[in-house]
């Protein structure tokens, strides 16, 4: 796959994820869900509206700028970080979650995970300029994931909390 191409399927890849989190936002009837699936429905258009520079830009010119591409959303570290700082002050406080809510976390946790993906495959295989485009794109979609896994765990009641078990039921 050439860059052209990579950026246009990179498009196709964020213009799903738009979709799931503008689709979660208007199904959602959780303010915390709500408040997440906003601020990751307005990261991913700003992917797009970034991506389309930049193939904007390699159609004109033949190669691309690689501008900082800013998030609202903390590093996937800080996000475990603050999650084990959090966990002992949100025990016990149960949220009341349909599996309406928990389905549209599984959607947006499936789509970020493609996504993810196919980041990853493109820093793996394209040349020194789409490689450093899409490494950046990793970093970000993993601290998505991280968003949205947190979120599915503390509203699903698994006993798990960002992957990490709350409680032990053979203890």
Known sequence: MNLEEAIRTAMEYEAKVHRTYSEALEQSTDEVGKRVFRTLCEEERGHLKYLKERLDEWRSTGTITLERLETAIPSRQSIDDAV??????????????????????????KVEVETSDFYREMVRTLDSQGQELFARFVEIEEGHRAIVQAELDCVSGLGFWFDSREFNLEG
């Open 84 to 109: 084990t700082q959090l966990r002992d002050q949100v025990k016990g406080r149960p949220r009341r979650t349909s599996a309406t809510e928990v389905d549209l976390l599984e959607r947006a946790l």
